[in-house]
């Protein structure tokens, strides 16, 4: 598949999405978003591939939805682009393996909603995130109003939407943004090496774990245990589950593959 502004690379089972337009900071323009798009749909079909990065690269994440473009939209045009923007970010967001955001340089509004929607967040001690959106008289609103407050509470995203405010990797840390801070030359490489760990855990505890804690939080805590249930039970019919449990026994290492 040609892609002009992603690349896309398997490494082992781990699969790489890179943004890769440096000229515009990998701002969040309808090709861009529709090539993301794109590169899902050829992860979510591989089965072979057990985990994702998504990165911009050692300079920049991504600054943003596209200013320029966005510039002159009307209300309907702007409707169109942020719900073009939506398919494809739930699509990250409900992709059944596990996603790390490599995060070096900026991550900016619509570019801090992308790593928002990827399971884990790492960090480079040079990465910048903030949500300039309200200096520019809209709201984060590729995502970021409904997932920020889930990810680190209603206060500290109130504070950091309502302000605009630009914070460094420590402090991002500190909120709960981002999972783990590393030197920016290390960024992808600790983001490959935990996503390997994870790809030699149970796929499809993973995928149904990830489901369990999604759809609990859409619900009340009930209906959320009763949806464990449901999917914990599914686990037992699977032969993976044998194989850890008879793994665990035998004391030797577990041969997951998804079944
Ligand atoms: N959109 C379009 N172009 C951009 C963007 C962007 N978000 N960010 C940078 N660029 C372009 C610049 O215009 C510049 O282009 P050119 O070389 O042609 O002038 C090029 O990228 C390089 O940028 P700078 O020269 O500005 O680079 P600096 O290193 O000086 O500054 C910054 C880097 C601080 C990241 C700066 O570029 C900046 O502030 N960018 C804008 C950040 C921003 O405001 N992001 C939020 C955008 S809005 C959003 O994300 C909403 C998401 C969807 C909701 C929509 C609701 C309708």
Redesign the pocket.
């Known amino acids: 598949m040609e892609y002009t502004v992603v690349t896309l690379d398997k490494e082992g089972a781990v699969g790489v999405l890179t943004l890769n337009n440096p000229?515009?900071?990998n701002?969040?323009?309808s090709t861009l978003v529709a090539e993301i798009g794109r590169a899902l749909e050829v992860i979510a079909a591989d089965n072979q591939i057990r985990g994702l990065i998504v990165t911009g690269g050692e300079k920049?994440f991504a600054?943003?939805?596209?200013?320029?473009?966005?510039m002159e939209?009307t209300p309907l045009a702007?409707k169109k682009?942020?719900a073009s923007?939506h398919t494809v970010f739930n699509r990250l967001a409900e992709i059944s393996i596990p996603t790390i955001a490599a995060i070096c340089g900026?991550a900016?509004?619509?570019?801090l909603?992308l790593a928002a929607c990827c399971d884990f967040r790492f960090a480079g001690e040079g990465a910048r995130f903030g949500?300039?959106?309200v200096?520019?008289g809209?709201?984060?609103?590729?995502g970021?109003s409904q997932r920020i407050p889930r990810l680190i509470g209603v206060g500290k995203a109130k504070e950091l939407m309502f302000s605009g405010d630009i914070i460094d990797a420590k402090t991002a840390l500190g909120l709960g943004l981002v999972n783990r801070v590393v030197p920016d030359s290390e960024v992808i490489t600790k983001a490959k090496e935990f996503a390997q760990k994870l790809s030699t855990r149970a796929p499809l505890a993973l995928r149904y774990l990830k489901a369990s804690i999604h759809a609990g939080l859409n619900t009340d805590l009930n209906t959320g245990l009763e949806q464990e249930l449901e999917k914990v039970a599914i686990l037992f019919s699977t032969r993976d589950q044998k194989e850890g449990m008879r793994a665990f026994m035998e004391k030797r290492k577990p041969n997951f593959i998804g079944e």
């Open positions: 000229a515009t900071l701002a969040l323009n920049v600054a943003g939805g596209d200013i320029k473009a966005m939209c702007a682009y942020v923007i900026y900016l509004g619509g570019g909603e949500f300039p959106e200096t520019l809209i709201f984060p609103a590729a970021g």
